[in-house]
């Protein structure tokens, strides 16, 4: 069981910039992180993941709303996985959220296995990022 807490959500005008971070309970090194977010009356929506630490690089996905603006990355020092957010506009405003997938799951998985919610394990409770226009 891992358990997931994020931080860093807040409130900023459009062009700004937040880092959210998403500390885990236990090592997290064989996990695959992803974060999600949902704004108020739509669906959760992918926003970006990080493979796990099985291969000699990390890969790397992004939704094409956010790609260019946000970078994902971890420290599996530090069990923590971060979302570097630029540039920020109106329609980033939503709840943030990180997910957990096992590395028994995800295997060496395309993009396309990271961008579906029902593939993570493990949820935070998410934190609120509002941008101002």
């Known amino acids: 069981q891992v358990q997931l807490v994020e931080s860093g959500g807040g409130l900023v005008q459009a062009g700004d910039s937040l880092r959210l971070s998403c500390a885990a309970s236990?090592?997290?090194?064989?996990?695959?992180m992803g974060w999600f977010r949902q704004a108020p009356g739509r669906e959760r929506e992918f926003v970006a993941a990080i493979s796990w630490s099985g291969g000699s690089v990390y890969y790397t996905y992004y939704a094409d709303s956010v790609k260019g603006r946000f970078t994902i990355s971890r420290d599996n020092a530090k069990n923590t996985v971060y979302l570097q957010m630029n540039s920020l506009k109106s329609e980033d405003t939503a709840v943030y959220s990180c997910?957990?997938?096992?590395?028994?799951?995800?295997?060496?998985?395309?993009?396309?296995?990271?961008?579906?919610?029902?593939?993570?394990?493990?949820w935070g409770q998410g934190t609120q990022v509002t941008v101002s226009s």
């Open positions: 997910a957990a997938s096992r590395a028994s799951r995800v295997g060496y998985s395309g993009r396309n296995y990271y961008t579906r919610s029902d593939n993570y394990d493990y």
């Open positions: 236990a090592p997290f090194g064989s996990y695959a």
